[in-house]
């Protein structure tokens, strides 16, 4: 840099001047007096010191990033704005606003929640060449062939506290159909779920596979049907919790079903092997898609939906009062909350309960005096109803409930009741939630229709999971617990930590009306006299009732104890206390062979 100053500056004050420019503007400066040819003074750039970075020009976005984020946006905006235009008529969100809705960090007020927020998205690119306008494969952009993010969404988010993947259907983009890019966003967030230990949420709005597609992805070894070999992999190692949005038709089907928890929405939902067009081509038969495969069906008749949401901000509702009872995999244990007072007394459990073992009482009210107030969450109530099967909390511990219902046919237990208490307690093994067995049943039911209906093979599978299961199990003999019963609600054969009953209880092969029936109606019908015979029956009566009474069962130590029913609450709380670390191991095989 070159300076020239007044020719009436001293050689002492050009060399002043010289050093200050070096040192402001890191350059070498020579400066010139008035006219000089040559410089009075020169003086070099000081040396930048090593840990001292050079100072760089402010840099920006560029048009390249602007460019991306322009694609991005677009790929946001889904499928073509006309089937968009048509989910208000159907009381559906688009993809993106249920993602917001489930991960959009709002609570019920609308008020900011640290707990939601959607981590980061999978694949927004995904076939992105095979119709953006951006992408050089395409000669001319057709709003109707919009496949952004291929019509399906992947990605992690934080759920009320707890690290969740996710996969969404964007049903504006080929009805939710499945194809070759995304399948495989669904398998690559399947497998991190099994290497990462978090749970999964399959949000499902899909009418299957595209058909026109299926050679890029229906038979491959990493094809649509691995979805359902990682299902099988992730079962029992991550909660695995899927919603229906849609009719979800074949290979869509199937993840509901695989699915540890599934929720249906009214009106909306529906799960079925093929649509009503496709019945109608094979069977003859004409039946609407609600008939064939709506909650209605599966929540009451197939029992493969867990819970029936009212609307869609119900459905997110459920599921975040479902996780607190899970843990995140099977290392680890259920979640506890503080302690809560039961909503009613447990000094009321004797009065509930009718000294008549034939008389009904609500199963509910004797739960509302044990578990912690608003704690118990019921699962499948319209399927099975002679079973309650459903997650609650005592003094703050997590517990997996199976109940014999009395107001529901005496309590018997038939075959929809033993395969929704297999499959839960089967469920809350695997993750290690202990188990509450209620007991208050006459056992199984007998007939031809039950048999027709496979209540052995059923109840086979009760008694399978009840023996099977390594969590603490505490049974309770409430009040009857005759024949079979007595086994599948955890028996004093089938380890429990402990069994308990209240002066109520009685077990026996039979009850008294039917023993005294298959012992004892020859010797009664041979006596001519029916005041006579009605005395010597009710003799018999007694005589049999002391045999099975729980005091006897104590005296023979067949059972751990009787408890005052007003304490039943406390004992059960020391008792899942005591057992929270007990551990149990099954016989060295690869697995049982009962399904």
């Known amino acids: 840099m070159k300076v020239r100053i007044g020719g009436g500056a001293t050689e002492s004050e050009a060399e002043a001047v010289a050093a200050a420019l070096a040192e402001h503007v890191r350059d070498d400066v020579e400066v010139y007096l008035g006219d000089a040819d040559e410089p009075a003074a020169v003086h070099e750039a000081p040396e930048t010191p090593d840990d001292e970075p050079s100072p760089e020009p402010e840099l920006g976005p560029t048009e390249r990033e602007e460019q991306l984020r322009e694609e991005i946006a677009d790929i946001l905006e889904g499928g073509p704005q006309k089937y968009r235009d048509r989910l208000p008529d159907q009381d559906k969100l688009f993809v993106r606003d249920r993602l917001d809705l489930w991960f959009g960090g709002k609570d019920a007020d609308g008020e900011r929640d640290e707990d939601d927020t959607l981590l980061f998205e999978d694949g927004k690119f995904a076939n992105f060449d095979a119709w953006h306008p951006d992408s050089p494969e395409v000669e001319e952009s057709d709003e109707n062939n919009r496949l952004p993010a291929d019509g399906l969404v992947t990605g992690a988010a934080e759920f009320d506290g707890r690290d969740v993947h996710f996969m969404a259907n964007d049903f504006t983009v080929k009805a939710g159909s499945m194809a070759e890019r995304g399948v495989e966003k669904f398998l690559r967030m399947q497998q991190r779920a099994l290497k990462t230990g978090k749970p999964v949420f399959y949000l499902m709005d899909s009418s299957g596979g595209r058909i026109d597609q299926q050679t890029g992805f229906f038979a491959n070894r990493e094809g649509i049907g691995k979805y359902y070999f990682n ?13 229906l949005y849609g009719p979800c038709i074949a290979g869509a089907a199937y993840t509901p079903v695989f699915a540890d928890f599934t929720v249906m929405v009214e009106g909306m939902s529906a799960m079925a092997i093929a649509s009503p067009r496709m019945v109608k081509m094979v069977t003859g038969e004409e039946i609407e898609m609600q008939d064939l495969g709506g909650p209605e069906v599966h929540a009451r008749e197939s029992g493969s939906a867990d819970l029936v949401a009212r609307d869609e901000e119900h459905a997110r509702e459920l599921v975040a009062d479902l ?17 809560e007072p039961p909503a009613k007394s447990p000094s009321g459990i004797d009065g509930l ?7 009904a009482y609500d199963m509910h009210d004797l739960i509302d005096r044990v578990v912690d107030r608003d704690s118990f969450f019921e699962l499948k109530p319209e399927f099975g109803k002679e079973i309650l099967t459903g997650y609650a909390r005592i003094d703050g511990r997590t517990v997996g409930i199976v109940a014999n219902q009395p107001t529901q046919r005496a309590g018997a237990i038939f075959p929809d009741a033993a395969e929704k208490a297999a499959e839960f307690v089967w469920k809350s093994d695997a993750y290690n939630i202990p188990l509450l067995y209620l007991c208050d049943t006459p056992g199984f039911m007998a007939g031809s229709q039950v048999e027709k209906d496979a209540i052995l093979e059923k109840g086979k599978k009760m008694i399978y999971a009840t023996s099977e ?13 005759y024949g079979a019963g007595i086994y599948a609600m955890s028996g004093p054969a089938y380890d429990p930590e402990s069994v308990i009953a209240l002066p109520s209880g009685e077990i026996g092969i039979m009850g008294p009306e039917a023993a005294i029936n298959a012992v004892y109606a020859n010797k009664l019908n041979a006596i001519d006299d029916p005041e006579e015979r009605a005395e010597r029956e009710q003799e018999l009566r007694e005589e049999y009732r002391e045999d ?41 095989k690869k697995h049982g062979t009962i399904l």
């Open 231 to 243: 299902h099988s992999r992730l079962s029992g190692r991550v909660p695995q919790i899927c919603v």
């Open 323 to 339: 996780v607190q009872y899970l843990p995140d995999n099977s290392d680890e244990k259920p979640p506890s909350q503080p302690a």
């Open 353 to 359: 309960i009718p000294e008549s073992p034939n008389r």
């Open 469 to 481: 299961a390594t969590v603490p199990k505490q049974s309770v003999v409430v009040r009857k617990a």
């Open 548 to 588: 099975i009474d729980v005091h006897r069962m104590a005296s023979e130590t067949v059972i751990d104890e009787i408890v005052p029913p007003s304490d039943l609450r406390t004992e059960l709380a020391n008792r899942f206390a005591f057992y929270e670390d007990v551990e149990k191991d099954r016989p060295s």
